[in-house]
């Protein structure tokens, strides 16, 4: 898929602007600040910070799992870097229907700037759904698991009134924009089709200094198609936008001693040779720890998958946006037969690309099904998170402007027993900040 088609679905998404908005609200989950100029004194101008609408969902259940819907918006208790905040806004979404419990004020008004009034938006019913199809890292032999993994989905997740859209990254091409028609995602369902890599495949890659260059050519599509999903989700307001990220994970230099290996049987021979100045046997297979930093750029790879990671969190949470990462391969035994790959090897690329799908999930506060197979359990708890939570809003009286991390704590002080879970914080975007 395109970036054009993701920005298409990604627009079709801002449109849905659901519940109060407050004029120059920011994006929910997160805080924007814009320098106003303010008039002149003394020949020079005054750049004043305007501070807009923090909002995040709070989901709030008893001893027994049940989730709680009467509380008030002066039942919680919400602190941006252990700073207590005023609670501006209250919107509760039950069994999947929105109540405005109490309607935001205007912002705080900067000096010289006047704000237009605000006019009210209906409720509306349904959730929002994105499903991010990352088939350039499902394999061919994966895409019969894939699609049952959607069948799934259109039974135990979504419900008469749920508004989805599709994007993938591959030549599955799917880019359906919102829509209530679930006979639209039964015909998107017969044309997933898994294009990664296989093992073998990634082995006879062409390799760059951070690993094998098709590889990471291809994350790079994948991570930009979804920040630029997400980033658009902003739009969005008073709203959880789910987004249900159907990925094998990443590993961005894989398979890194067969690779090794087999380079030098292609290239210098197997087995062992004769030190030049002992005379002394030796491996061809120079050790990881023992290479020169030349030979070890690979190394860096790790870090570099960190911080793309990294990054489509901290845009997911000011989107108030939450990745559901589902791994389709399910429960991950031993690699195939017809594979030449070490298993140290396999066993490393497993963990790590599960590992990144958890950290995704973590990181935006949503589970991370990998490593299991059973699939309808884990959607019946999407369902029951996506259905029922509370969205608390207010604007931030951070004592220090210039903070771009910003940790959030959510209580409910005056009742006992309840387990609270809110977003732990967010990150103000820098300025002209984009994926390259």
């Not at 008073?238 to 087999?262: C, H, M, T, W």
Request: net charge negative.
């Amino acid at each position: 898929m395109t970036r054009p088609a993701a920005l298409v679905l990604a627009a079709a998404l801002a449109q849905l602007v659901v519940g109060p908005l407050a004029a120059r609200q920011a994006p929910a989950g997160g805080q924007s600040q814009e320098g106003v100029v303010a008039p002149q004194t003394g020949g020079q101008a005054t750049f004043r910070a305007a501070v807009n609408l923090v909002t995040t969902d709070v989901i709030v259940r008893d001893g027994r799992g049940q989730f709680v819907a009467d509380l008030k918006g002066s039942d919680f208790a919400v602190f941006e870097d252990g700073v207590a905040q005023d609670i501006a806004s209250v919107v509760l979404i039950h069994g999947a229907r929105v109540f405005n419990m109490q309607a935001p004020p205007p912002p705080p008004v900067s000096e010289g700037i006047i704000l237009p009034p605000v006019k009210p938006v209906s409720d509306a019913a349904g959730r929002i759904f994105v499903f991010f199809v990352d088939d350039l890292h499902l394999t061919f032999r994966e895409t019969a698991r894939t699609r049952d993994l959607f069948k799934r989905i259109l039974k135990n997740l979504l419900h008469d009134g749920d508004m989805f859209g599709i994007v993938s990254t591959g030549p599955s091409s799917l880019s359906i924009q919102l829509t209530y028609d679930h006979k639209v995602l039964e015909e998107a369902i017969s044309r997933i089709t898994g294009d990664g890599l296989k093992p073998s495949d990634i082995m006879q890659q062409q390799q760059g200094p951070n690993g094998p260059m098709e590889l990471r050519y291809r994350s790079h599509v994948a991570f930009k198609t979804a920040f630029e999903l997400v980033k658009n989700l902003e739009r969005i307001n008073n709203r959880r936008k789910a987004v249900i990220y159907v990925s094998s994970g990443y590993d961005f230099n894989p398979f890194e001693v067969s690779r090794l290996r087999q380079e030098q049987e292609r290239f210098g021979g197997a087995g062992s040779t004769t030190d030049p100045t002992t005379g002394e046997p030796q491996d061809r297979l120079t050790p990881f720890s023992s290479r020169t930093p030349d030979q070890s750029g690979a190394q860096f790879a790790d870090t570099d998958l960190a911080i793309e990671l990294a990054e489509l969190a901290r845009a997911a949470n000011r989107a108030n946006a939450t990745l559901y990462t589902i791994d389709p391969r399910g429960l991950v035994a031993g690699m195939d037969l017809d594979e030449e790959i070490e298993p140290r090897d396999w066993d490393v690329y497993v963990r790590k690309t599960q590992d990144s799908l958890r950290t995704l999930a973590e990181l935006t506060g949503g589970i991370a099904v990998v490593n299991q197979n059973d699939f309808d359990r884990a959607l019946k708890r999407i369902d029951a998170e996506t259905s029922d939570y509370y969205v608390l809003g207010y604007y931030s009286s951070n004592p220090d402007p210039l903070r771009r991390n910003r940790r959030i704590e959510v209580k409910v002080p005056g009742r006992e027993g309840l387990d609270v879970w809110a977003r732990r914080g967010y990150s103000l975007p820098e300025a002209g900040a984009t994926p390259q």
